[in-house]
């Protein structure tokens, strides 16, 4: 059976989506990528109202952070996927051209999980009118891009207000998410934690220092941490609309469970029960190469891949190497135009911590994060790359942390 277009496509926008999947085929088969984003771009320039005709009457949901984004919404459109066939853009295309392409291939009535980059998500969310919005937090990430955290609240917060038949599913313990969400229709509150708070020390409302205790977060103007319905427990339970429940997936620590719990309470709305979703969620040891063991350098050392592309991630990093033995760590950091140009956030993360490890530094940056290393007084030794890196490490396994761009050169060292 012929699977038909939505209503209301016009000639052009057919023409348009027959232009990006030609550029996207052509794209691979020259070995440029996957295609999305000049496939998307190549549309939208013939037709920029093709995003609004293809997410019409659609059941979407947006995943929106400056960390985590990824993760969560593989683990939505597994369990969205409980229901039948789901479009994403779960490879990281995720600004409008990306999207585009994620919902342009048939069947065109699906839901449709999305990654949608913090700055793009207005744009986006105004075009599809998705059925859920996920906030899961906002930090410092590229600082000639994307520095002004507020800015980025401030745009949440007004999208809200244009969005009235959306839910948005947001993280309370992150002040500036809350503050954003509370303009929206409906919300689902959930605690999916934020071990980095230097980003959110000022009340987003009335810019007063915000005080924290272990109970959350308030400001003396009123503005509060509001009461989460949805909550991770544990390593293993998670709070769920007033019960205790067992959570188990198989990727690690808590900030995924936590990413699991966001991206639970998101598949609700679309009326996937918890267990269900959780179970479809197992089963994800990877995503994107993330979390994947890999042999590294001439001996094959293990080596578990790891991404930190910022503060915040890089402190959920350090939760997520101390919880398990203390391996080797290697430090792969560039500051190419996908990383941000500026990489002077590495002062901010605490390194400290690192302490009583074996630390291996290279990329493009290798002289600026073995200065810092030096400042926190964390002996450390420099190499070309990361396979002579693992070669020089003193055990059989090692833990990569890398940010994006040396992330992604990595993986493809390491998987082709």
Known sequence: MM?????????????????ERLASETSRRLGRGSGEMIGGKIALRISPDALAEV????????????????????????ALGTLGPVKSNSGGANMAP????????PPYDSPAALEVDEIWLP?????????????LNISRDQLDRSNETRRIAALWRELGEDLHDTVVVANVDDPLVAWAAMTWSRQVWVAA??????????????????????SGWWCECGLARPEPIVSVAGLDELMWFGRRIPARIDLPGRVNLAN????????????????????AMRGIGDV?????????????????LLLAKNPAGWVEMMELLNSGPPRPVVIDFNSQTADGRDPSWIWDVPFERLAGRQVLVTGGRKEDMSVRLAYAEVPHTVHADAEAAAAAANDKGVDVVANYTAFRDLLVRTTR
Not at 288 to 304: H, N, T
Request: glycine content about 6%.
């Open 193 to 214: 934690g934020q071990n980095w708070t230097a980003d959110a020390m000022v009340c987003p409302q009335c810019a007063r220092l915000l005080h924290r205790n272990a």
């Open 55 to 78: 997410g019409t009457n659609r059941p979407t949901a947006c995943v929106s952070a400056t960390n985590g984004k990824t993760t969560t919404t593989r683990l939505l459109a597994r």
């Open 98 to 105: 990306g999207v585009l392409a994620a919902m342009s291939r």
């Open 123 to 135: 744009r986006v969310a105004r075009a599809i009118v998705p059925r859920v919005v996920l906030l």
């Open 3 to 19: 699977t038909r277009l939505p209503r209301r496509i016009s000639a052009r926008t057919r023409f348009a989506l027959a232009a």
């Open 288 to 304: 994107q190469g993330r979390y994947q063991e890999v042999p590294l350098g001439p001996d094959g050392k293990r080596a578990r």
């Open 260 to 279: 699991a719990a966001m991206a639970a309470a998101a598949a609700r709305e679309f009326g996937v029960e918890v267990e269900d979703a959780l179970a």
